[in-house]
Every structure is written in structure tokens, then in C-alpha cells.
């Protein structure tokens, strides 16, 4: 797999606020996958993004592949305390392994 | 679905013992994966199985480490002697082959002291 990055590495905001964390590879990506982790949690499946400029929601969770496919972003609108944890990319150009970046860790502040 | 099973949740050992962890995948799934999470290095994947078979143990960090598939329903991942270095949480992933969006266990918290 590829390697990509995530920027940034911490991310504290208020409660309602939104956020955004990158997704950057310097390779063209063949997919990309979205998981969060809890705190003392375990990786869960978000989302999956294939084509190129693709965009997709889920509540107030939203996913962007770029034109170029070597990058994507994750943004979420109004964060709430349920929102708190690590967000993970990872490139799922292999048919079998997935390469993380290293996450960007959300903290919200009631 | 139960989801993928691990035991123990949480083990604490001294360093030169044996360490054993297991790992159930979800029924149905005939790709199962073991990574490791640190602080430093991420999410790693230390080896894939597929139909049972290990496809790629690149990721295993030294000879130390073995992982085994006895059936489709059951693996483990043994550290033989732990180090302290090893501490981490090791988790058991599984998957469709060809479809290769990951269910992760609840995970194994390894304290090597």
C-alpha cells in the first residue's frame, strides 16, 4: 500500500463547531477508506470513496475524494460530544491491505 | 453476529513469558488480519490470512512473533519471549475476500512489563 498522510494530527474544537481533517497521497489512490476510532475503542467502517470527485453524506458527515484522487477529506458539520475520536483514512488500493495514516484525533468541548 | 470475537481483552505479563491471542472472525468472512496499534507507529499490519492460508507476514516484526489458522473460524498470534517493546493493542480484523472493508475486534491490550 501506499502511504498517506493525515493533517492534522489533533483537532480540539467547541461543541458546534465544525471540523475537517486531510487525507494526502502523493500517488494517485485507487480508494479510500474512512473508520473512526473511540477513545479505548476499536476502528469502525465509515465510509468507502471510488471515483474520482466523488462526494458523499452521511448526517452531518461529509466525504470528499479529489479530482486527482490523491487525496480526500472528511468534514463534520455542528460536532456534538458523540463526535470524539480518532478518524482514520486508508488507502485500499491492494485487494487485501489497507495502508492507515495516522489518524486525526477529535476532541470536543462541551 | 456477534462480530469478531478476541480474548483476552486486556493482559498483563512480564517480559520473557509467553503471550497468546486469539481471535474468532465473523462467520462467512475468509480474510482475517492482525494488526497492532501504538502511539508512535499507528495502525500496522502485522499478517493476512486468506482461506486460512497466511498470504503476507511482511509485517510480523521478528521471529518472535508467530500466527497460525487452524480453521476458519478460529487464529491466534503468540509472542514467544515478549518484550516490553511489544506492549500495544493487537487487533484482529476479518473481511470478504475482494472486498476489502475491515470488522475489527474489540482488541487485545498487551502490557509486557
Known amino acids: 500500500g501506499q502511504q498517506v498522510m493525515q493533517i492534522p494530527q489533533y483537532q480540539h474544537v467547541q461543541e458546534g463547531e465544525d471540523f475537517t481533517t486531510y487525507c494526502n497521497s502523493s500517488?494517485?489512490?485507487?480508494?479510500i477508506q474512512w473508520y473512526k476510532q473511540r477513545p479505548g475503542g476499536h476502528p469502525v467502517f465509515l465510509i468507502q470513496?471510488?471515483?474520482?470527485?466523488e462526494v458523499k453524506k452521511q448526517k452531518r458527515l461529509t466525504f470528499q475524494f479529489g479530482e486527482a484522487k490523491k487525496n480526500s477529506s472528511l468534514h463534520i458539520t455542528a460536532t456534538q460530544t458523540t463526535d470524539v475520536g480518532t478518524y482514520f483514512c486508508a488507502d485500499g488500493g491492494s485487494n487485501y491491505k489497507l495502508t492507515f495514516g495516522k489518524g486525526t484525533l477529535l476532541t470536543v468541548n462541551p | 453476529d456477534a462480530g469478531v470475537i478476541q480474548s483476552p481483552r486486556h493482559e498483563v505479563t512480564e517480559m520473557g513469558q509467553e503471550v497468546t491471542l486469539r481471535c474468532k472472525p465473523i462467520?462467512?468472512?475468509?480474510?482475517l488480519f492482525w494488526y497492532r496499534q501504538t502511539m508512535m507507529r499507528g495502525l500496522e499490519l502485522l499478517i493476512y490470512?486468506?482461506?486460512?492460508?497466511?498470504?503476507?507476514d511482511s509485517g510480523m516484526p521478528e521471529d518472535r512473533f508467530s500466527a497460525k489458522m487452524p480453521n476458519a473460524s478460529f487464529s491466534t498470534l503468540k509472542i514467544q519471549p515478549s518484550e516490553p517493546r511489544d506492549s500495544a493493542v493487537y487487533f484482529c480484523?476479518?473481511?470478504?475476500?475482494?472486498?476489502?472493508?475491515?470488522?475489527f475486534g474489540a482488541g487485545s491490550r498487551l502490557t509486557v512489563l
Open positions: 470513496l471510488v471515483k474520482s470527485g
Open positions: 480484523a476479518s473481511s470478504i475476500a475482494g472486498y476489502n472493508v475491515l470488522t
Open positions: 500517488t494517485t489512490l485507487s480508494n
Open positions: 462467520s462467512g468472512h475468509n480474510s
Open positions: 490470512f486468506n482461506n486460512n492460508v497466511p498470504i503476507d
